[in-house]
DNA sequence: CGTGAGTTTGACCAGATGGTCAAATCAAGA
DNA sequence: TCTTGATTTGACCATCTGGTCAAACTCACG
């Protein structure tokens, strides 16, 4: 392992590549599921070269989620309390679909984790998670009380978002499975806007 | 492995033991995440005895994974073309939801499978699955085309339906991390039921 | 160039894991 | 009770896997 001094090229190539391939094979795999060969080789790297880099593969895992949260947890974070309500939440919402498109790998890396009980995040979760959900429905409720978007449960309005975007990411073989050629998200774009017009309107 | 002779009172307890004891490993942990001895004690039996029962490991999770498969669909399976339209969709949603709160492992074992891409479930995802969306897609179609429901794409209503119901099962950590004491479920209903009603009326 | 730090690797190790097998034990019907 | 098929197990094996290490190699810079 090098010094902590300025990495060198190499090492942010090198490090750059090694995360890359974790997040392919992570997403793909689960943790238990992945080698460190598989992502070794997968980063163009020898295995002993890999861990030259990291030292166990739990850091890779954990460097790659710490990593990714904040790029995850982005959209919400950005929900604006200044804003136009309903704007502000079916903006809030085309960003989190168009992740599922984009970052489907993301998307997956965390909901491997998540499924089999969060065992390498579960600090996240009840911390820096929670926290911003809290802030964020704090929002959601002045906005309901105002009148500006019908009442409804804010946590429960949160989770739906979650659970229809990701949806598109993380069981994205059973959608294709089910629609075939068609593009998934072609069709979710407007039907969730309209779900969403529909239950917010005052 | 016994003869393929009406199964003893043994054989019956313990594949069901093993059945049990697979499903709650593997949902917990996934299929590679699983040791064939951790299934073996948590059914009561040693690792040679329970391969005595099954081949192998692979032949546990599918014979979980095909058992199971028919539970799972039931729900949509009875949506009843002769009922009211609003109320035996909000019916399923409601079956669905119950079932996250009672079949939890159950919905984590095929969100496992799937979020890894489905290896061993492909097939009968684009075949019976298919075969069984089309089908009740078809009703709901005919049911907006009477004008009895609001006009949405049906099948991004059945996934939305999957993805609402199914994601306080496969994401409890997350969302007992936010909610901390209160029971997913308790707001959940509601919650779900106003927005089905709200998007699906004419 | 030459040199020392940074980088790479082949060989290796220990433990985990899926699976086998022959021998021992058990259960139920004749 | 005796016999035969069903059941159970300890010992074992091959492979996989995370990780180590010393030696070799490469690069940047004086």
Redesign the interface.
């Known amino acids: 392992m090098p010094k902590d001094r300025a990495p060198t090229r190499i090492q942010k190539k090198n490090r750059a590549a090694i995360l890359d391939a974790a997040l392919n094979v992570f997403s793909?795999?689960?943790?238990?599921?992945s080698t460190v060969d598989q992502i070794a080789t997968e980063a163009g790297l020898s295995k002993p070269n890999l861990l030259y880099y990291f030292p166990s593969k739990e850091a890779i895992h954990t460097a790659l989620l710490s990593g990714l949260l904040d790029v995850w947890l982005a959209p919400l974070h950005d929900l604006d309390e200044a804003g136009d309500p309903m704007e502000e939440i079916l903006s809030y919402i085309r960003r989190k679909l168009q992740m599922s498109r984009e970052l489907p790998r993301e998307s997956?890396l965390f909901?491997?984790e998540?499924?089999?009980?969060?065992p390498r995040i579960?600090d996240a979760?009840?911390q820096d998670?929670?926290q911003l959900?809290?802030e964020k429905t704090a929002i959601l409720k002045q906005w309901m009380d105002e009148g500006k978007i019908a009442q409804?449960?804010p946590?429960?309005?949160?989770?739906?978002i979650?659970?229809?975007t990701?949806?598109?990411a993380?069981?994205d073989?059973?959608?294709r499975?089910?629609?075939g050629d068609e593009d998934p998200f072609e069709?979710?774009e407007?039907?969730?806007d309209?779900?969403y017009r529909?239950?917010l309107s005052p």
Chains 1, 2 share one sequence.
């Open positions: 793909a795999h689960g943790f238990r599921g997956r909901a491997n998540l499924v089999q009980g969060a579960h979760l009840s998670l929670k959900v809290d409804v449960h946590y429960h309005l949160i989770f739906s979650w659970a229809l990701q949806h598109y993380d069981f073989v059973q959608v499975a089910i629609l069709g979710a407007p039907f969730i309209t779900l529909k239950l």
